[in-house]
Structure formats: structure tokens, C-alpha cells
């Protein structure tokens, strides 16, 4: 079973919006004092990150996408993370993109980026 599960991508025009989602798998738990991110990978690039937010609540974003994207999350009662968001906003060409995200596991601590979903695809195109 895939631990997390990427929705929202598809194609948008260039300076639109889309909000990616990201949820867990039921057989998998990610702690609200983990991190979550997200990343990308571009035809013919390596993959890159993107944005993370930390268990206190920050917030951190490639200088690629600041002041453009926004990352949250929802919280559940039970002390974990609910799902993960990815508000893109003023999409630009270079935004198409494979986007994945990710999650820490906690085993004593925070093991970064344990778990990764399959991906959504975001494509930004006239």
C-alpha cells in the first residue's frame, strides 16, 4: 500500500492556481511533530524540494516558489498530521512538474522523509 496519496495536479494555464493534496494511508501514521514536504521532479531534472513544514508549524519554501506557494496542513484528533496542502499560486512554465510529497516517520525521533506518495502531475501550459 502506498503511503501517501498526491491529488490535485493537472494541467492549469500559465499564472493560474491549483492546490495540491497529500493524505496518508490508513496503515500509516505521521506524527504532527514531523515534517512534511514537498517536492518535484521536471522532465529531464532531478527531483528537488520544494517546501517543508515543520512540527512547530514553520513553514519553509525553495526561493523558486516563495511568496507563491503555500504550505499547510489539516490536524486530526488523534495527535497526527491530517492532510497535506500545496496552494500554487502564479504557475509559471518551469512549475510543470511531477510533484511528490513526503513525510517523516517517528521511531525515536523524526526519520526525514520516510515515506513518499506515487506523485501528481502538474503541467503549465498556454
Known amino acids: 500500500q502506498v503511503p501517501l496519496v498526491e491529488s490535485g495536479g493537472g494541467s492549469v494555464q500559465p499564472g493560474g492556481s491549483l492546490q495540491l493534496s497529500c493524505a496518508a494511508s490508513d496503515s500509516v501514521y505521521i506524527s504532527q511533530h514531523c515534517r512534511m514536504s514537498w517536492h518535484r521532479q521536471a522532465p529531464g531534472k532531478e527531483r528537488e524540494w520544494v517546501s517543508t513544514?515543520?512540527?512547530?508549524?514553520?513553514?519553509?519554501?525553495?526561493?523558486s516558489v516563495k511568496g507563491r506557494f503555500a504550505i499547510t496542513s489539516s490536524q486530526s484528533h488523534d495527535g497526527a498530521r491530517g492532510t497535506l496542502f500545496l496552494q500554487m499560486n502564479d504557475l509559471q512554465s518551469e512549475g510543470t512538474a511531477v510533484y511528490y510529497c513526503s513525510a517523516d516517520r517517528l521511531l525515536g525521533g523524526c526519520h526525514k522523509d520516510y515515506y513518499w506518495g506515487q506523485g501528481t502531475q502538474v503541467t503549465v501550459s498556454s
Open positions: 513544514i515543520s512540527g512547530d508549524g514553520t513553514t519553509t519554501y525553495a526561493d
